[in-house]
DNA sequence: CGAAAAGTTGATTGTCTTCAAAACTGGTGG
DNA sequence: CCACCAGTTTTGAAGACAATCAACTTTTCG
């Protein structure tokens, strides 16, 4: 093992401009989701200057671990990755699946070292944030600054739907939360927003959900049997998006 | 109803140098817990000048409301605050509850208002942090930028925690989690470690931790009568601490 | 192709919720 | 000062939902 922990599993850093077409937020078809937006043509000119490396990371492998020194934030440009905590007794839970254009990595800069572990779904790559190079030019581009507070409001406020979802909701509901979500967020790039492939196991549904495997299994197919979704394993179709949505609306017993 | 709705509940803000002596960053029992951690002295007077006003929120009153234009955090000087979100349907989750010398308001930033409610559980004082004086405050003082960066990611992560706690834990382990959290905050700001006076309800501890108050209020009986909670009403007096861990430990089956 | 991983489905169990009633607390007004 | 009342808490009994245990099928990947 003379390889550095984080080297182990995905591929080498490469330099942006290795072929020959300079790759920079300039020109990412991902500038209206990701870290420029709101800038003008100079200030992505400038963020370009500090994101001089990109990752690729193999299915499976982790970006970051709990425990790894933080350094900096990644933006996502291909692929999808899974975040997940770990208690102390081993019990973990899925705190997130991000795509393209999102950001992960902001748990690590409280304490200077990952509490999350990132990992990707499928092979993926992601665009190397130097965190005190954000920070530095964040002093001088209000914009960026301001964007930066953003995504990590974006953050707080979409964990406190999670919240929510755990703590009030049924399967059902929970399901059906996180498919609209899904198909919301994969529409805003471009999908489709009837079908969609999901990335992630029913095992991991079921862990950022709060459900067990089999719950989810089960409530995939009584969607299905009730002509909401047509699930084929990974794949799945929303036959009655105002049916999942309504799904929502209707709890057992209102507390109020 | 001719005040502003914001002031329909709470008292007037008062210029903070009103009783002669000056209320300030540079002189508050919270410097080590609160906002000015990691400055210098020098800076630390810099962040004086933009705190310049304070308000009460009396018992039952909120801070700031879902919906409400987001122009400040706010740091917690006496006091306990509780913050929750509400679905479409009415249904709402308790977030948090907040104590001396953390910052509530951290929803409002991404969409410029908040998305949330700030309820004072008891009478209440806080120090208001006009963002965008923060914002031009923290280009110039790296120390408070990286601060606030903490802030941020310090409650994403916290946020982490509680979705393992939702997803993962049955009602023994969340109370038992509540609790630990609970003195272990009270410790750091001076209170005992062994007794504490809950500011909320049952029902809004089960809101927090996703269980119904019936079921928080057997859980309180049960770890009464195996001797590691006395339990009063909302005084709770923690008899064997040990056990209590233990509590979050122990699991049924694991999943490995 | 074959082994391992992922997914489905059924039967049973357990934990928490729901519904209900009673006891306690703190504040208000007679 | 005491009675009263609304809000809170406790406790019991019954019911619901998801978990667990288990068997089997399907898919994936080396």
Redesign the interface.
């Known amino acids: 093992m003379t390889t550095l922990p984080d080297a182990a599993n995905d591929c080498p850093p490469s330099p942006l401009s290795l072929a020959g077409m300079k790759v920079a937020c300039s020109n990412c078809n991902l500038r209206e989701l990701c870290m420029p937006v709101g800038l003008s043509d100079q200030e992505i000119e400038r963020l370009d200057t500090l994101i001089t490396t990109r990752r690729k990371i193999k299915r499976k492998t982790p970006l970051f671990r709990t425990g790894e020194k933080f350094h900096a934030l990644y933006a996502i440009r291909t692929g999808v990755f899974k975040t997940s ?1 770990t ?7 899925v ?1 997130g699946f991000q795509m393209a254009g999102e950001i992960v990595g ?6 200077d070292q990952h ?2 572990d990132a990992i990707a779904l499928e092979d993926s790559e992601v665009c190397v944030l130097p965190f005190d190079r954000i ?1 530095e030019l ?3 581009v ?1 914009a960026l ?2 964007h ?3 995504v ?6 979409r ?6 979802l ?3 909701m049924r399967a059902e509901e929970r399901l059906a939360a996180f498919l609209l979500n899904l198909v919301q967020r994969l529409q805003a790039r471009g999908f489709s927003r009837s079908e969609l492939v999901l990335r992630m196991t029913r095992q991991e549904i079921g ?4 459900l067990k495997l089999e719950t989810v299994s089960r409530t995939f197919s009584r969607f299905a049997e009730e002509g909401m979704l047509e699930v084929h394993q990974r794949l799945v179709r929303i036959v009655d998006v105002e049916r999942l949505r309504k799904v ?2 209707q ?1 057992p017993g ?3």
């Open positions: 905590v208690a102390e007794d081993g019990r973990d839970q705190t902001l748990d690590g800069i409280v304490n509490t999350c920070g964040s002093r001088e209000g600054q301001h930066l507070h953003r990590m409001s974006r953050e707080i406020v964990e406190h739907g999670v919240m929510l755990l703590g009030t862990s950022y959900l709060g929502l609306a709890q209102s507390t109020f």
